[in-house]
């Protein structure tokens, strides 16, 4: 074990020293460490405590003497001015970010200013807080300029007690005061020949006296606020700086499994994990719509490594090799991504659940991109994701099942996959219909709505999705750009539900569609509030747009609730004709979803008449 000649003691540090070295370059960070993480409630709950002069927890330094042990980069928006560096910061990257960049102002969503209640010329109710404190504004852009406008404007910002943040810089802005005081108060100057003209100058002299003087009792604060750090010795081996770096990150909660695996690569490999993952992102976009990458990028690499893509495995994976096989594994992480939108499921709000996408991924890297096995691979893997989708397999245990799932896939793959039996995909375990069945049509005609994250309400979703899914509209299918505009909607009105005591929000009674309008429409018949909300030509164009969803237009087309004497009806007469309807429509939907649900989880690409049951003769 390598072990340091003497612990380290924490040593004192005023602000404006941090923010000379982080100026001049002399400070850097070791390219291992991740970007920025903090929000804007953390960044002003740090900035508060500094103004406050209250205590902060140590940072953490590497000395560098000859030469730097670990690739490094500039703070963020820090000027690069290629100085000799002396020191890499270890731990503490968010706070002095957070800093520097606020006190540059530099944020593109917002902006941090100083609260100054003496200063607010608004009434005590319109005050922000009793105390000085640090608050932001946001920032957008509005047909070429920064919104809100006053937030550029002294006066502005003064009219609200505000200083923006960048006057507290601890450096010589003397002059950047005395212009900001100046616009921000000529408004009040008066005319030469107003007849109190010497009293208000006065009066304004003074104001900007104060001002000027609060401002620079502030930045006296500021500037020597105390940072304390612990530093090791340039003498440190990086293996052993690295590991104390993960050791702080691991024994509190600041690091995820991605950024620690980060560090440890570097240390390992020299490689930054963070410049493959923007590679990833910046190659294949299609990929980012399943959410962040850095765990799925994580665990695809265990799994290929014969790993559980958990935390045990991750730590315990070869680094070397992930770099080493980086590219291939970059290429399935795409592919993975475009198989799961030919399952017409395109993006991380509709996913029944993440482990299929490593899964699928790793499977991939052992699958050419074409021919035979392409072929074989496709059909397995699309088996293989709709078992996962409609079973309880990964309801409990889910890393050591993904991993005993991917093994038994990739033996497939790699043996018989061409000519694999009914046989050979029930060996693999979430397959196994005896120990993981499909659900029945009367279990699927209970689930729930699946706008959340529930995995057999989004599988029920996908699966009304798979044949297009059609816009009742504008007739455009299902597709990631296309969902974007859609929304969740009853199919069997909310309204007309509820006035019956009905369950409204369930799954089959969902359709993922466009509305025209966002007027709230009452209750109503089906076809009825559909036909209020989408405008479309030809009936017979609609029905097929219908089906695409699996669902029956002739059937919605025919649910009435009026009664003889032409109102709607109400309470147990609505009740009586309504239920029955209801469970029909259901069981009749959840059987097409079932059909078409056991066709996929087989393997086996269905058609539209399957899931009507016009192939069989069945009723619809």
Not at 148 to 157: I, N, T
Not at 304 to 331: C, F, H, R, Y
Not at 432 to 455: A, I
Request: proline residues 5%.
């Amino acid at each position: 074990m390598i072990m340091l000649q003497q612990s380290s003691s924490a040593r004192d540090r005023q602000l404006s020293d941090w923010y000379e070295r982080i100026r001049t370059g002399q400070l850097k960070l070791p390219r291992f460490q991740r970007f920025e993480a903090w929000d804007r409630g953390r960044i002003v709950g740090f900035l508060n405590t500094v103004i406050q002069n209250l205590p902060v927890g140590v940072t953490l330094l590497l000395e560098v003497g000859d030469g730097e042990k670990f690739i490094s980069r500039y703070v963020k928006t820090a000027p690069e001015p290629g100085t000799r560096v002396t020191e890499h910061l270890l731990d503490g990257q968010q706070r002095l970010t957070a800093l520097w960049r606020s006190m540059h102002n530099n944020y593109e969503g917002e902006k941090y200013f100083v609260y100054f209640p003496e200063f607010d010329p608004r009434g005590e109710e319109s005050r922000e807080a009793k105390e000085v404190c640090i608050t932001y504004q946001g920032r957008w852009e509005h047909k070429g300029n920064r919104r809100p406008v006053w937030a550029d404007s002294p006066k502005g910002c003064l009219d609200r007690g505000l200083v923006p943040l960048e006057l507290l810089r601890p450096e010589d802005v003397s002059a950047e005061i005395s212009h900001w005081i100046a616009d921000a108060t000529a408004h009040l100057e008066p005319a030469d020949d107003a007849p109190d003209a010497m009293r208000r100058f006065k009066e304004l002299t003074t104001r900007r006296e104060q001002l000027r003087g609060t401002l620079t009792a502030l930045r006296e604060r500021v500037a020597h606020f105390n940072l304390p750090y612990l530093a090791l010795p340039a003498a440190t081996d990086a293996d052993v700086a690295l590991q104390v770096f993960v050791n702080m990150n691991t024994n509190s909660k600041p690091l995820s499994m991605f950024d620690l695996t980060v560090a440890k690569v570097e240390g390992e490999t020299g490689e930054s994990l963070h410049d493959h993952q923007e590679h990833l992102e910046e190659t294949y976009p299609q990929a980012t719509r399943y959410g962040d990458l850095s765990s799925p990028i994580l665990q695809t690499a265990a799994l290929v490594q014969g790993q559980p893509p958990n935390q045990s495995g991750i730590a315990a994976m070869d680094k070397q090799a992930l770099v080493q096989n980086w590219t291939g594994m970059e290429n399935a992480i795409a592919r993975a991504a475009d198989f799961l939108a030919r399952q017409h499921v395109y993006d991380a709000a509709r996913l029944p659940t993440n482990v299929v996408f490593p899964v699928v991924a790793a499977c991939l890297t052992q699958v050419p991109v074409d021919g035979d096995l392409a072929g074989q691979a496709e059909r397995l893997l699309r088996a293989y994701v709709w078992s996962a989708f409609f079973t309880t397999r990964y309801e409990g245990a889910v890393s050591t099942r993904a991993l005993q799932d991917y093994k038994r896939l990739v033996e497939l793959l790699n043996g018989s996959a061409v000519a694999a039996t009914a046989k050979d995909y029930a060996s693999v375990p979430v397959m196994n219909r005896v120990e993981y069945p499909l659900p029945t049509g009367e279990q699927l005609m209970r689930v729930g709505w699946p706008k959340g994250s529930d995995r057999m309400a989004r599988a029920v979703l996908a699966t009304t999705l798979y044949f297009g899914g059609w816009d009742f509209a504008d007739g455009l299918p299902a597709s990631y750009q296309s969902l974007q505009t859609r929304e969740y909607h009853h199919v069997f009105p909310d309204a007309l539900l509820q006035d019956a005591d009905i369950e409204s929000y369930l799954a089959l009674n969902c359709a993922l569609i466009t509305w025209k309008t966002n007027r709230k429409i009452g209750r109503k018949d089906p076809l009825e509030y559909i036909k209020d909300r989408v405008q479309w030509s030809s009936e017979a164009e609609v029905g097929q747009r219908f089906e695409t969803h699996l669902l029956d237009y002739k059937e919605l087309a025919a649910a009435h609730y009026v009664g003889t004497d032409g109102q709607p009806l109400k309470g147990a007469a609505l009740a009586q004709k309504l239920g029955p309807d209801f469970e029909r429509f259901l069981e009749r939907r959840a059987k097409r979803v079932a059909r078409t649900a056991g066709q996929l989880a087989q393997g086996d690409i269905p058609t539209l008449g399957l899931a009507f049951g016009r192939a069989e003769g069945l009723p619809a």
